[in-house]
């Protein structure tokens, strides 16, 4: 007499509830992580954009022999900064900062011909608790920064 083996396909109901449960507490614990490393390197990207923009204005305005300006239109969503020669309309760059960056703290850079910049100051990116900063100095030197300098 030939006995019939008893074999089982596939998973039971209570196994694959247990991986579901298993699976979305993996997903509940990495999203927030994600997306605060999202926003980071946003930031990142923007600041970085940004301080190689202003050295570029200085090799812009050394070049030209004029000075140049950068002026930042923070009045609407997305917020835009503009490169241009002293006195003109033209703009030699138009650049859009990543959306919902909830402040921007900034004045307008002026450049001399000899890619000094006329006044020390500071540029502050935030979104939410992520801040970054661009220092320039009267003596054409800029840095990136995360944190305030004092």
């Excluded at 000094?116 to 920064?145: A, P």
């Amino acid at each position: 007499m030939q006995r019939k083996k008893d074999t089982q396909n596939g998973f039971t109901l209570v196994e694959m509830l247990v991986v579901l449960v298993l699976l979305s507490l993996l997903c509940s614990l990495a999203i927030p992580s994600l997306v605060h490393n999202w926003r980071n390197v946003q930031m990142d990207y923007a600041i970085q954009q940004l301080h190689r923009d202003i050295r570029w204005a200085q090799r812009a305005a050394e070049k030209a022999d004029k000075l140049v300006t950068i002026t930042f239109y923070r009045y609407k969503q997305p917020y835009t900064y503009s490169v241009r020669y002293a006195g003109s309309t033209e703009h030699l760059r138009r650049r859009e900062l990543p959306n919902r960056i909830d402040k921007i703290t900034a004045e307008t850079i002026i450049i001399n011909c000899d890619k000094s910049i006329q006044k020390n100051g500071h540029i502050l990116l935030q979104k939410g608790e992520c801040k970054r900063y661009v220092y320039y100095y009267q003596t054409g030197r800029t840095r990136v920064s995360q944190k305030a300098i004092l």
